[in-house]
């Protein structure tokens, strides 16, 4: 099959020709009809996630067509179209018994702990466990723009988050999970304040349900900001971006019993921001992570799609080709442009 692979960190993809998956005796292996970009992966070529084994195939946020099953699947079969978790849940460790699949102690996540889907076929591990059937009318770049930003931002929001009809929520960073975070929680009822560092995607955000947006570069301090339009601040907030700077705004500008979600990634210089302890005190303010969504709780999500209450697809951004992937993949480092960008031909 051809891949997309990188046998340095930090150093340019190819294109390669490499063996095809087999599948596991309890998974699947996936031909990709589309998969997304995700600064994610960036993090993975750049050398900040430990579990990756060189050389790699990076890639996590896919759909395509179960094209062989081991033994052991008993739920699926070929020619179904799926979609995936980016965290594998193993399914028998304590939190896959509690319904926490997205904690799994055993977790494997294909693109990092293995290959991934920037290549002609993934396979996935525990696919009676994971895996997610797509409906028919829904298009494969659809699919694979929820793999990870959109179903991180659904929990984070609905599970985490606990956002209810008319709360203040402020969404820091409208990059694809912000931007899918601003849909999702005005769907649910809220109000919404979109902060962000340029026009373009505010604007973006406002047409997907911001009632108020906040540009961070023109404004000298965004916390005080927010409290002026929420009248005392924020009851939930969100840190999309994983930034010292958007964390710490995102606690400090909730009001009392706030709660702050952290779902950008703190990696590297941002692994240890600071944290209003005084605040979180005083004020019994709630911190809490975001990491992905368990398969069993698609079917919520899917039902609003389906009805029109979401519309991920507003969110497909440029669709390229596996060979413009590895230029993507590097550009990455920068600030997303609108959208979230989809491999769809292979």
Sequence with gaps: MKAVVFEKFGETPTIQ????????LGGVVIKVEATGLCRSDWHGWMGHDDGIRLPHVPGHEL??????AGRQVTRWKTGERVTVPFAVGCGRCFECSSGNHQVCEHQTQPG???????AEFVAIDHADT????????????????LGCRFVTSFRAIVDQGRVTPG??????GCGGVGLSAIMIASAMGANVIAIDLTDEKLDFASKIGAVATINAAKTPNVVKAVKQ??????????????HS?????????????????????????HARPQIPMDKV???????????????????????????????????????ISLEEAPAALMAMGGFEGIGIGVVTRF
């Excluded at 709360?167 to 820091?172: F, G, I, T």
């Excluded at 339009?229 to 994983?242: C, F, K, P, R, Y």
């Design 167 to 172: 709360e203040w929520v402020a969404v820091h």
């Design 229 to 242: 339009i929420t009248n005392g601040g924020a009851h939930m907030s969100m840190d999309a971006l994983g």
């Design 63 to 68: 759909a395509g067509v179960v094209v062989a």
């Design 245 to 269: 700077t958007t964390s710490f705004n995102s606690i400090a500008n909730l009001r009392r019993r706030g709660r702050h979600v952290q779902v950008g990634l703190m990696l590297g210089d």
């Design 130 to 145: 994971n895996l997610v059937r797509l409906p028919d009318e829904m298009e494969f770049a659809t699919a694979a723009s």
């Design 17 to 24: 020709t490499v063996p095809d998956p087999e599948p596991a």
């Design 281 to 319: 005190i005083a004020f019994e303010l709630e911190i809490r992570g975001s990491h992905g969504m368990q398969a069993h709780r698609y079917q919520a999500m899917m039902e609003m799609i389906r009805t029109g209450k979401l519309k991920p697809e507003l969110l497909v951004g440029k669709k």
């Design 112 to 118: 990092f702990t293995a290959w991934g889907s920037f």
